[in-house]
């Protein structure tokens, strides 16, 4: 079992930046993908960016390319993602999940950080 803990979220303005962070409970933490969502009230969770367990791969939905960037680090055990060029329609709340691998096998979920981004 891993347990995951969201944090870094809160409220900026367009153009700000943030970064979030994922935290997990064990170091099996390190062999799984970790994959962002986000979700905005009344819309679906929607895939965000994704790192592969070593860090060697990332992928990113369309709409953040170039502006996010995910990380990882296995010693600490946590995850990072890191948001620039925030814009208003980004504001939504940002799951991380443990899994196979990129945008598969979801094993496990943290709580989410809520973003808000004001313009």
């Known amino acids: 079992q891993v347990q995951l803990v969201e944090s870094g979220g809160g409220s900026v303005q367009a153009g700000g930046s943030l970064r979030l962070s994922c935290a997990a409970s064990?170091?099996?933490?390190?062999?799984?993908?970790t994959n962002w969502f986000r979700q905005a009230p009344g819309k679906e969770r929607d895939f965000v960016a994704a790192?592969?367990?070593?860090?060697?791969?990332?992928d990113y939905e369309g709409t953040v390319k170039g502006r996010f960037t995910v990380s990882r680090d296995n010693a600490r055990n946590t995850a990072y993602l890191q948001m620039n060029s925030l814009k208003p329609e980004d504001t939504a709340r940002y799951y991380c999940?443990?899994?196979?691998?990129?945008?598969?096998?979801?094993?496990?979920w943290g709580q989410g950080t809520q973003v808000t981004v004001s313009s």
């Open positions: 999940a443990a899994g196979l691998g990129i945008r598969y096998g979801y094993r496990f």
């Open positions: 064990t170091r099996t933490f390190s062999t799984y993908a």
């Open positions: 790192i592969s367990s070593s860090g060697s791969s990332t």
